[in-house]
C-alpha cells in the first residue's frame, strides 16, 4: 500500500482504525485490546474528553466499546528515567 504524503496523524488514525478492526476479528467477546497514542502535551485532562470520543469513534464500526482512557507519561530511552 502507497502511503505518498501522508500527515502524522492521518497515518495514526490508519493504523488504529486498522488495529480496532483487526481485534475485533481476533478476540473474544469482552476482549480488551489496548491501543496508546504519544500526545506532546503537558497537562492531558484537557483533553480527556476528545481522546476518548475520539477512540470510541474509531471502534463505532467495529462491536468493540471505548469505556476508559489511562495516561502513563512516556521518557524517551536514554533520558535518564528509570525503564524499571
Known amino acids: 500500500m502507497a502511503l505518498g504524503h501522508m500527515t502524522a ?11 480496532y478492526e483487526f481485534a475485533d ?7 480488551r ?7 506532546p502535551v503537558q497537562d492531558i485532562e484537557p483533553m ?7 477512540h470510541a469513534d474509531q471502534a463505532a464500526p467495529t ?6 482512557t ?3 507519561e512516556y521518557q524517551e530511552v536514554g533520558s535518564g528515567a528509570s525503564t524499571c
Open 9 to 19: 496523524a492521518k497515518y495514526r488514525l490508519l493504523v488504529q482504525n486498522a488495529a
Open 25 to 31: 476479528k481476533l478476540f473474544a467477546v469482552g476482549g
Open 33 to 39: 485490546p489496548q491501543v496508546g497514542d504519544r500526545l
Open 48 to 54: 480527556r474528553a476528545e481522546l476518548l470520543a475520539s
Open 63 to 68: 462491536t468493540l466499546k471505548v469505556t476508559d
Open 70 to 72: 489511562a495516561f502513563l
